[in-house]
């Protein structure tokens, strides 16, 4: 009995982890695909300022998804941003700002969100710097989209657009 218990426990512990989680999807272009957690707006704030309710803080760095840490993959070496990046797989972090996102390539994959990101920031592959971009619609779901000239982020209004080049 005590087992039965214990297995129907467990069970429904690993059911209700399991639908809490935000699904893994993967954004897909010719050269570049982005493989990310998405998590659901869900009436709530986004981005905002240190000491607001949102989700996110300006200035600070994030996993930019939900779960494990956003990877980005180049099929073949190209411009991220402007600059140089080699065919590979790398973790995506960025700082948003209310005029403007930095966005760092790593090359630690396997990263749990941004908490191990300052034990790791010496691996920074590289860091670009964009306008930030105020869109018309909200987005529900965060969301990335890989087009041949960029790599663009969209969640609720805000978001960026990096171009790639190859």
Do not use: C
């Amino acid at each position: 009995m005590k087992t039965t218990f214990f297995a129907l426990f467990l069970t429904l512990i690993t059911l209700t982890w399991a639908s809490a989680q935000s699904p893994r999807v993967t954004a897909t272009g010719k050269n570049v695909s982005v493989a990310y957690g998405q998590p659901s707006k869900k009436g709530r704030v986004v981005l905002g300022k240190e000491g607001s309710d949102a989700l996110d803080k300006y200035g600070k760095i994030w996993r930019t998804g939900a779960n494990a840490s956003t990877e980005i993959t180049f099929k073949k070496d190209g411009q991220f941003g402007g600059k140089s990046v080699k065919a590979g797989t790398y973790t995506l972090f960025t700082i948003p700002g209310e005029k403007e996102w930095s966005i760092i390539l790593n090359s630690v994959l396997g990263q749990s969100g941004a908490y191990d990101y300052e034990k790791n920031k010496g691996k920074d592959v590289l860091k670009v710097t964009v306008p930030a971009k105020k869109y018309s619609t909200s987005a529900e779901k965060l969301t990335f989209t890989v087009h041949d000239g960029s790599v663009d982020l969209q969640w609720d209004k805000e978001g960026f657009s990096v171009p790639v080049k190859f």
